[in-house]
């Protein structure tokens, strides 16, 4: 009985690994639905997720940091001065 406990503690510990692995990075976050990401319009500890450079939303140090973004309404990006891509991608 004791050996099939432990095959199941370690199946199950498999799985979360795996799961652990395939995360999608903080940075790649999708935006909330009708938002876009808008890049480089954060001021800084105001941005939404986590990029390259930080996992999380207001690690930002910068105003305006190419590579944080902040959602906005779809189609209000390009008005207030951002991009729809950090600048390290070319959309």
């Known amino acids: 009985m004791q ?40 001021k800084a500890g105001q941005n939404d997720c986590g990029t390259a450079k930080h996992d999380c939303a207001t690690l930002g140090k910068i105003d305006r940091d190419p590579a944080d973004w902040k959602g906005v309404a779809k189609g209000t990006c390009v008005k207030v001065g951002g991009k729809l891509a950090p600048k390290d991608k070319v959309t």
């Open 3 to 42: 050996s099939r406990a432990t095959t199941i503690q370690a199946a199950i510990a498999g799985l979360l690994a795996i799961g652990a692995a395939t995360t999608v990075p903080a940075h790649e976050t999708p935006a909330p639905p009708g938002m876009e990401k808008c890049f480089g319009i954060a």
